[in-house]
């Protein structure tokens, strides 16, 4: 099974299939994939690499933006504004976390 799988990819290469992918000549970033507790990593780059985000890391996307328009902003009811968003979305991020606890529990 090893040689058919690197036959096809010595085959794609040599047709030039790979020429022209995103990132090419950079590093790879590993970083968050690192960060992934080992039992999930697999999962989640299929995931990821299916376009699928997971619930926890989207709030936590959103939260980061929410503090750096926070961060940027000077007027009091904006600040007001975003500080309650945050607070509303850390809730939300709880609960998601909660709720796998609990799935994984049984």
Do not use: C, Q, W
Request: proline share 4%.
């Amino acid at each position: 099974m090893e040689k058919l799988v690197e036959k096809i990819i010595v085959e794609a290469m040599e047709r030039g299939e790979f020429d022209d992918l995103p990132g090419k000549g950079k590093p790879l970033d590993l970083e968050e994939y690192f960060k992934l507790p080992e039992h999930l990593r697999a999962g989640y780059m299929i995931l990821k690499n299916a376009g699928f985000v997971p619930a926890e890391a989207e709030l936590l996307k959103e939260i980061e933006a929410l503090r750096a328009e926070l961060a940027a902003s000077s007027g009091e009811d904006r600040k007001k504004r975003l500080e309650k968003a945050i607070h509303e979305k850390m809730i939300a991020f709880n609960m998601v976390i909660e709720k796998n606890r609990r799935t994984k529990r049984g």
